[in-house]
Nanobody, 121 residues
Framework: QVQLVESGGGLVQAGGYLRLSCEAS????????IGWFRQAPGKEREFVAS??????????ADSVKGRFTISKTDGAFTVVVYLQMNTLKPEDTAVYSC????????????WGRGTQVTVSS
């Protein structure tokens, strides 16, 4: 079981930046890959970035490469995964959610509720 809580969303002008946080907790949290996803109104949810359980491997959607950076800090039963978002664009507007996938699994099984990011033009 993994619990995830996002924070850090808000309203920012185009070209600005935000840092999202995902607090992920559970007894085996260090065995889980954490991913960020986003869903804009009227669109399907899409993958944004992920960081594996060791923290050594990251993956990004093409649309955010070079602008977003994912990182994490580890604890015994809680990790915090950050998504630094720079040079934001209006098309980055969405609800951002983090999710957890076990290191031997192929699906994200646990999800947070999300945090709203709005980028004004």
């Amino acid at each position: 079981q993994v619990q995830l809580v996002e924070s850090g969303g808000g309203l920012v002008q185009a070209g600005g930046y935000l840092r999202l946080s995902c607090e992920a907790s559970g007894r085996t949290i260090n065995d889980w890959t954490i991913g960020w996803f986003r869903q804009a109104p009227g669109k399907e949810r899409e993958f944004v970035a992920s960081i594996n359980w060791t923290g050594r491997f990251t993956n990004y959607a093409d649309s955010v490469k070079g602008r977003f950076t994912i990182s994490k800090t580890d604890g015994a039963f809680t990790v915090v995964v950050y998504l630094q978002m720079n040079t934001l664009k209006p098309e980055d507007t969405a609800v951002y959610s983090c999710a957890a996938r076990h290191r031997v699994g192929d699906q994200y099984n646990f999800w947070g509720r999300g945090t709203q990011v709005t980028v004004s033009s």
